[in-house]
């Protein structure tokens, strides 16, 4: 009881290095960055509607997702338009894709779920040739140091938000690669932080790297009232300006993040337990995700009678497992009445198979042993 990873988060770093570069995809000449990674991706939505000059516009995305998909998509004054899954992938079927394209189509948007990489060549060909607009949501992913990464959106979506790659318990930015589309982008002034509110930051922050210990993290678990974990959709109510404050802070905490030399270690290791299960799916291995893909969770997909006492297990040993999105977005709570009621079978499938392990840098031997005991044994 008293031990219990995190199923995803990275300590926040709260002081900053002068001088200290950011990749070249968020400099100020190719990125705009807002308040969070939902506002970020309302603000490429927005772009998105404005350079298509369409009234009625339709967003495509998968039925599979988070929840804040749809806030930012009901923010831009868009209609959501749900595709399912391929099957037990977590990819966008690709021919309902095209068959849902129509002349008030605006975007695409595809997900690196977990850090798992979308089809993004083959959306890619498909948008070009309809002439809509591709949005790459990567708020589960961030490119390390020895990944030759090419980002495939006309936008990319970042979030530095808790749980996420590179956190900052909080912001999120737009990348861009040409600049015809970086300036429809909404542009809102940068938020000035007081002394005093830079300093709630920080003890925030310093809270939240105590609280992701597998010796304290227990501790909100057993706090209903926090809902640590839930899935719910909350209405995002404006597109504001990421603080200087965490924008002085970013480049400290993506050097933090691709300097973690063990992360691929890890990586392999809970790979080679789930490869060893005669019942789960490896789903980076069978999406050919690379030896050199940063992952943010380790995914692998049960059938649903067996995954609940895996999960069980799991939990009990304390060892970060995850169900994701327990529903797929027609059946989240407030969503009903924003979603048709439509059946998608294989992203159904996928939200009652799936399973994650935590990759983050507290995930120890003893825990990965204990992985191999739990799954395998």
Not at 95 to 124: C, D, H, K, M
Not at 326 to 345: A, R
Request: net charge neutral.
């Amino acid at each position: 009881m008293f031990y219990q990873l995190a199923p995803a988060g990275n300590p926040v770093v709260v002081s900053a290095r002068a001088g200290l570069p950011l990749p070249d995809f968020l400099t100020s000449s190719h990125a705009r960055f807002y308040a969070s990674g939902t506002a970020a991706l309302a603000a490429a939505i927005c772009a998105a509607i404005n350079y298509k000059q369409i009234k009625n516009a339709e967003i495509i995305l998968p039925a599979y997702a988070c929840q804040d998909l749809i806030s930012a998509i009901v923010y831009a004054g868009a209609r959501p338009v749900l595709v399912d899954f391929e099957t037990h992938r977590p990819w966008l079927d690709l021919a309902q894709v095209s068959a849902a394209i129509n002349e008030n189509t605006a975007a695409i948007i595809g997900v690196n779920l977990f850090g798992i990489s979308e089809r993004w060549p083959l959306l890619r060909a498909l948008a070009d040739e309809k002439s809509v607009l591709l949005i790459e949501d990567s708020a589960q992913y961030f490119p390390d140091n020895n990944e030759n990464h090419i980002w495939s959106g006309d936008f990319v979506v970042l979030s530095f938000g808790r749980g996420k790659p590179v956190s900052l318990l909080g912001g999120g930015a737009v990348y861009c690669a040409h600049q015809h589309l970086l300036k429809v982008l909404p542009l809102v002034k940068m938020q000035a932080v007081t002394g005093m509110a830079g300093l709630l930051f920080k003890m925030k922050a310093q809270l939240y790297n105590l609280m992701i210990s597998p010796y304290v993290f227990w501790l909100p678990q057993a706090l209903p009232f926090l809902h640590l974990g839930e899935t719910r959709y909350h209405e995002l109510h404006d597109i504001a300006a990421m603080d200087n404050n965490r924008q002085q802070l970013l480049a400290m905490n993506v050097r933090r993040y691709q300097s973690d030399v063990l992360a691929e270690q890890r990586c392999e290791k809970i790979s080679a337990i789930i490869e060893l299960s005669s019942s789960a799916i490896n789903l980076p291995r069978v999406c050919d995700a690379g030896k050199n893909r940063r992952l943010l969770r380790y995914p692998f997909l049960l059938d649903a009678g067996s995954r609940e006492a895996v999960f069980i297990q799991l939990q009990q040993a304390g060892l970060g497992v995850s169900k994701m999105y327990p529903h797929i977005l027609p059946e989240i709570e407030g969503l009903q009445g924003l979603l048709p009621e439509k059946h998608f079978p294989q992203a159904q499938a996928f939200a009652e198979s799936i399973l994650t392990l935590p990759l983050h840098e507290k995930l120890k031997a003893n825990d990965i042993n204990e992985i191999h005991r739990v799954l395998i044994t």
